[in-house]
């Protein structure tokens, strides 16, 4: 039976079922896959006003094409959601040449940076916008999210999300201002001296959680005084000025009185 068998087995069966099983992996990957935010509102019309924005605000550092030049580098490939935090965060266009792009009002708006985005994104792949259900905070859990942020973020950031200092004239930004979308797109595209985390360092539930942890450090603070939410300097320098103060105070007071 065995030697029956394979002599009706062709060489190139392998082959075969391996090719058949990579398309069958393919058509579901295809079929189910979460759909991107951007492409499924982004129109013709749109990507051809992004293409004028970009030829307006941004092409003289970036080229007319997006390739890129010696003051700038290639946008081709960085995606919808890179370029949509850039401008609706107003770090891009800059001001001037500096260590980082600094944070300012936008100049353009909500509409014509998704416009921007669309048309960087028909020029090569990236990440795309989230959708609204991807950054909602309410659908997060902030334990889990306190967690994570603590491992992946604090040290930058600051256990709370109030920023800090880094080296060479930089720095981690306050996230307390930053839009649920903002947070998103920064994790997933790592803009400047950030480090991009992908589905694969955090998935997309986990982003959530990051960003519903970050909403609750709005909430007023239930200690009172905050002291800038800059942890343990904050508050030890508070303790030794006015406690160590109240106690010199004292102790001259009691020796004041028995003199």
Not at 72 to 99: C, E, K, Y
Not at 130 to 138: M, N, T
Request: hydrophobic share 40%; net charge negative; charged share 15%.
């Amino acid at each position: 039976m065995k030697a029956l068998a394979a002599g009706r087995r062709h060489r190139l069966a392998p082959v075969v079922l391996m090719t058949l099983a990579l398309l069958f992996t393919g058509a579901l990957y295809a079929a189910f896959a979460p759909s991107s935010a951007q492409a499924d509102t982004a129109t013709a019309d749109d990507v051809a006003e992004g293409e004028r924005l970009f030829i307006t605000n941004c092409s003289t550092c970036h080229g007319l094409d997006a390739e890129g030049m010696d003051t700038a580098p290639s946008l081709i490939g960085v995606g919808a959601a890179s370029v949509h935090f850039q401008i609706v965060t107003g770090r891009m266009p800059m001001d001037a040449n500096s260590p980082q792009a600094m944070a300012k009002p936008p100049q353009l708006t909500e509409e014509q940076a998704r416009q921007v985005a669309a048309y960087i994104a028909s020029l090569g792949p990236g990440p795309t916008i989230p959708s609204e259900e991807q950054v909602d905070p309410a659908l997060g859990d902030a334990a889990v999210g306190g967690q994570l942020f603590r491992t992946n973020c604090a040290m930058c950031h600051n256990a709370v999300g109030a920023g800090g200092a880094l080296t060479d004239g930089k720095h981690a930004p306050a996230l307390y201002d930053s839009t649920p979308t903002e947070i998103y797109e920064a994790m997933l595209t790592g803009p400047q001296s950030m480090p991009v985390f992908n589905d694969v360092n955090l998935t997309s539930e986990e982003k959530r959680d990051i960003i519903a942890y970050l909403y609750e450090q709005r909430e007023p603070n239930p200690g009172g005084l905050s002291l800038g939410s800059i942890g343990p300097v904050s508050e030890g320098l508070w303790v030794f000025v006015v406690g160590i103060g109240v106690l010199i105070g004292a102790a001259v007071w009691i020796g004041a009185r028995s003199s």
